[in-house]
Nanobody, 131 residues
Framework: VQLQASGGGLVQAGGSLRLSCAAS????????IGWLRQAPGKEREGVSR????????FNADSVKGRFTISKDNAKNTVYLQMNSLKPEDTAVYYC?????????????????????????WGKGTLVTVSS
């Protein structure tokens, strides 16, 4: 039972990447799922999230208009399409999930909050954007 993030890599500024978060052992549509990132020397940042049982999404101001989160229930996978990438998007990106939406929101929105209590926290995937 886990979340597996993939799709990171090296891309030039202005380019695109699509991250995937594949779930095994549970149904993604039962959980609030999101992407968080952490760059070296910086606080963790909640980037994008998508609700359970629906398609309500949220994107941080720093990525609004450039990143899109989506969910494919048939593949049990959540995606993060990242366009117009900037060097400041360089970070390790993590996907996470929790069945209790308010708790997920708390961790998502609070950089210092420990993710240890979340139902699922995947291994990160590194995104590097060169200038």
């Amino acid at each position: 039972v886990q979340l597996q993030a993939s799709g990171g890599g090296l891309v030039q500024a202005g380019g695109s990447l699509r991250l995937s978060c594949a779930a095994s052992g549970f149904d993604v549509d039962d959980y609030t799922i999101g992407w968080l990132r952490q760059a070296p020397g910086k606080e963790r940042e909640g980037v994008s999230r998508i609700s359970s049982r629906g398609s309500n999404t949220f994107n941080a101001d720093s990525v609004k208009g450039r990143f899109t989160i989506s969910k494919d229930n048939a593949k049990n996978t959540v995606y993060l399409q990242m366009n117009s990438l900037k060097p400041e998007d360089t970070a390790v990106y993590y996907c996470a999930a929790d069945k209790i939406a308010p708790y997920f929101l708390q961790v998502f929105s609070t950089p210092a909050a420990s993710p240890a209590g979340l139902d699922y926290w995947g291994k990160g995937t590194l995104v590097t954007v060169s200038s």
